[in-house]
Nanobody, 126 residues
Framework: QVQLVESGGGLVQAGGSLRLSCTPS????????MGWYRQAPGKQRELVAR???????NYADSVKGRFTISRDNAKNTVYLQMNSLKPEDTAVYYC????????????????????WGQGTLVTVSS
C-alpha cells in the first residue's frame, strides 16, 4: 500500500509563509509527476502546482509569483513553499503523486497509481 505523508500546514498571518512537504511511503518502484491541490470549504478541489520528474512545473494563476513547487528526487519528496499568503489561500492542501508501485511478491513493477495524501490544513488570517 502506497501512502503520502504530508506536513507543514498550520495557522499563519496574512503575508506570512509556510512550507508544505510530502513524501511517499510503501513499496515503490518510482514516483513520477507530483503536485499539490487544495480545497476550501464549499469549493471544488483545485490544482495549485504540479511538477514532473524532470522538474517542469505548472501553477494556478492565483498562486503564480507567490508559491514555488520543488522536489527532491532522491527522497521522492515534493515541497510547496508558500509566500505572501492571503486569506483566500485558506484550504486543506492535498499532496498528489503518480506512483509506479513495486510488487515484491513477483519482483515486477505494477501499473501506475494516483495516490492522495490525507490533507493538511492551511489557515491564513489577518
Amino acid at each position: 500500500q502506497v501512502q503520502l505523508v504530508e506536513s507543514g500546514g498550520g495557522l499563519v498571518q496574512a503575508g506570512g509563509s509556510l512550507r508544505l512537504s510530502c513524501t511517499p511511503s510503501g513499496s515503490i518502484f518510482s514516483v513520477n509527476a507530483m503536485g499539490w491541490y487544495r480545497q476550501a470549504p464549499g469549493k471544488q478541489r483545485e490544482l495549485v502546482a504540479r511538477i514532473t520528474s524532470g522538474g517542469s512545473t505548472n501553477y494556478a494563476d492565483s498562486v503564480k509569483g507567490r508559491f514555488t513547487i520543488s522536489r527532491d528526487n532522491a527522497k521522492n519528496t515534493v515541497y510547496l513553499q508558500m509566500n505572501s499568503l492571503k486569506p483566500e489561500d485558506t484550504a486543506v492542501y492535498y499532496c498528489n503523486a503518480d506512483v509506479t508501485p513495486w510488487d515484491a511478491s513477483s519482483w515486477t513493477a505494477g501499473g501506475n497509481l494516483e495516490v492522495w495524501g490525507q490533507g493538511t490544513l492551511v489557515t491564513v488570517s489577518s
